[in-house]
């Protein structure tokens, strides 16, 4: 094992919470220090992106089937709506005083760590250069004017995270959140594209030295101490099928004479609680440029929903679940078993953005489901590992095979 493997696997450990103990967090909150949860940058242009919440015809069963879906024509108006769908704001609560928003994207404790970049060349409607989406405002900020070597148009997106916003909170853990939240943001990348006729690639070949320097945050002087963002993944987003196959490593010639503009600013008035663990573990998890991998996946076969609704509206209504009723009438079995189904990899979102056979299997605590006993239930979600699963666990399990 490498020395960084073996790094991040002592950050696994001693980040666990114990029957008898919690991981090392904060010993309480100092809710005026909390971090802005709207990341800006200062001295930059800002192009308004127009108006969200056009509904779109696509349904949310059609996405099962993504290749029947007609492209849209890319515009300002197209591609706010992708990022609205995927990062923008779905909702305002408010209680008392406090007033917070809900976003499309899903986030541990709210805290939203992901931030979103586009990489482009698109002259008709988006200058060439780094662009920084601010989601409060539904805008771009021009972080850098850049000059590609050719007119072929081209958008990336790239996604990195504040490891301050959730450690304020969450303490030495803040790496694990922040890469589960990474996960939704791809997913939710995923299913906004798909809406549009579009499809995402993830480019896991890129290097983070590279995405740092591309998105303009290896510049430590443009962000305020322990606020940095630490670079996560590139996506290439396509439109058409016609679109240029312009590669990640074309990237680095249209930074050589690059311009870059403005200063992140900052998200607290002080940081009484610093988690250098967290520092470490994320140099350790830096990764090196690697081999083009992609994992082709089978069609979907799924039932249609009870409730199938426009996916926009769906997907702007999303919630995170707050309590239950237990007066209410049992799940359908048919509804679980497509809740399940979705699950599973196949061609749709979002595992069409995913580049990797499963290694993560579901383990449910399954109540009140019409038709099922309740009890412990495991989905493998890859016929290929149940042995080893079953290895894995007590030997005192009986093994059932519920269809």
Not at 368 to 396: C, H, K, N, T
Request: some cysteine; glycine content about 4%; aromatic content about 12%.
């Amino acid at each position: 094992m490498s020395n960084a493997a073996a790094a991040v696997l002592r950050y696994h450990q001693r980040t666990k919470h114990h029957f008898n103990a919690y991981a090392k967090g904060p010993d309480s909150l100092r809710w005026e220090d909390q971090p802005h949860p709207f990341r800006r940058f200062l001295d930059c242009e800002t192009l308004e992106l127009p108006t969200p919440g056009t509904e779109l015809t696509v349904l949310f069963a059609d996405l099962d089937r993504p290749e029947t879906i007609a492209p849209q024509p890319l515009s300002l108006q197209t591609l706010g709506l992708l990022l609205e769908l995927s990062f923008g704001l779905s909702a305002w609560k408010q209680y008392g005083s406090d007033r917070w928003a809900l976003r499309c994207n899903p986030s541990s404790g709210n805290l939203h760590p992901t931030e979103a970049y586009l990489i482009c060349n698109a002259p008709d409607w988006l200058q060439p250069g780094v662009y920084h989406y601010v989601s409060h405002d539904h805008s771009l900020e021009r972080r850098c004017r850049f000059f590609p070597p050719a007119d072929t148009p081209f958008i990336y997106v790239g996604l990195s995270s504040i490891h301050w916003r959730e450690a304020w909170k969450y303490g030495e853990r803040a790496f694990r959140y922040c890469q589960h939240d990474i996960g939704h943001a791809l997913a939710a990348l995923s299913y906004a594209a798909a809406t549009l006729g579009w499809h995402i690639e993830l480019l896991s070949e890129t290097a983070d030295n590279d995405l740092a320097a591309w998105l303009g945050l290896d510049r430590a002087e443009d962000f305020v101490e322990h606020e940095a963002e630490t670079p996560d993944l590139l996506c290439r987003l396509w439109f058409t099928s016609s679109l240029s196959t312009c590669q990640p490593t074309d990237l680095s010639p249209c930074f050589a004479n690059a311009e870059w503009y403005g200063k992140a600013a900052s998200l607290s008035a002080q940081h009484l609680q610093h988690w250098p663990i967290i520092d470490d573990v994320a140099r350790h998890a830096q990764k090196p440029a690697t081999a083009l991998e992609r994992w082709s996946f089978p069609p979907s076969d799924l039932h249609s929903p009870r409730h199938n609704l426009p996916a926009s509206q769906l997907i702007r209504q999303r919630r995170s679940a707050q309590r239950f009723d237990s007066q209410a009438e049992p799940l359908p079995l048919a509804d679980f078993h497509r809740i399940l189904a979705a699950t599973l990899p196949g061609h749709k979102p979002p595992f069409s953005a995913w580049n990797w056979r499963p290694h993560v299997h579901l383990i449910l605590f399954v109540h009140r489901v019409a038709g099922l006993e309740s009890g412990l239930y495991l989905i493998p979600r890859d016929a290929d590992d149940i042995e080893a699963l079953r290895q894995a666990f007590s030997a005192d399990f009986t093994w059932q095979s519920i269809t």
